[in-house]
């Protein structure tokens, strides 16, 4: 993917990891992350 | 620009309950080692744990082993069982540093390095190499944008498909 497409995913993925509230992501917050990112299709899919 | 890292951590975090499918001390742990990690680059000992925590070096052990197996908030050194990545921060060196004012930092992965910038809220360059070519793809990051980029057509390249990161975290 584009270095720009990595860079905004890792905002979305790793924005909530310096909070005392972290919890593992869902199955359904990892694909909206993905989604929002335009990363799609099988490769992506996440179960 | 300052880092949206806790100064330090609350006494409020340090319980022995069990709250959102962790326990209180895994919480607290977890955010002992993220606190040391924004604040200096590197990972705290199992001993700054243990004293941060006020808990004692097997209670660490236990804790972090969990974070690791149950959570996947971390991963632990194969035979030290030190920390050894808290993404996005390598507690090791790696091709992928991150580079501030005041602090070097290292990221797992390409991905994980030009995520750290963000994630602190600091201005960094990113001065990296492309895996396959050896060519310098070198960012720069300031106010919250990528200012720099002297490889615009370069990639990050996933190997390993998002359901199968914690498969062997360390290859992934």
């Keep these: 993917m584009p270095i720009s497409t990595a860079w905004e995913l890792g905002k979305l993925w790793y924005q909530d990891r310096l909070t005392p509230e972290w919890t593992p992501k869902t199955t359904e917050t990892m694909r909206a992350i993905f989604e929002a990112v335009g990363l799609t299709g099988e490769f992506w899919r996440v179960h | ?172």
Aim: net charge neutral; glycine share 6%; hydrophobic share 40%.
């Design chain 2, 1 to 172: 620009m300052t880092t949206t890292i806790p100064a330090k951590v609350s006494q409020n975090h340090l319980g022995r309950g069990y709250h959102g499918g962790m326990r209180d001390l895994d919480r607290t742990l977890r955010l002992i080692i993220y606190e040391h990690f924004g604040r200096t680059g590197s990972t705290p000992s199992l001993e700054t744990i243990a004293t941060r925590g006020q808990c004692s070096r097997p209670e660490v052990e236990t804790s972090l082993a969990r974070l690791e197996a149950e959570h996947h908030a971390l991963a632990l050194a194969p035979t030290t069982r030190n920390v050894w990545m808290a993404h996005p921060f390598s507690a090791v060196p790696s091709p992928f540093p991150v580079e501030t004012a005041s602090v070097t930092y290292w990221g797992n992965c390409a991905w994980d390095a030009v995520a750290i910038p963000s994630l602190l809220s600091l201005d960094a360059s990113v001065p990296a190499r492309c895996a396959e070519s050896g060519a310098e793809m070198n960012l720069a990051f300031r106010n919250g944008s990528i200012v720099d980029n002297t490889a615009p057509n370069g990639v990050v390249h996933f190997v390993v498909p998002p359901r199968r990161f914690w498969d062997n975290i360390g290859y992934t």
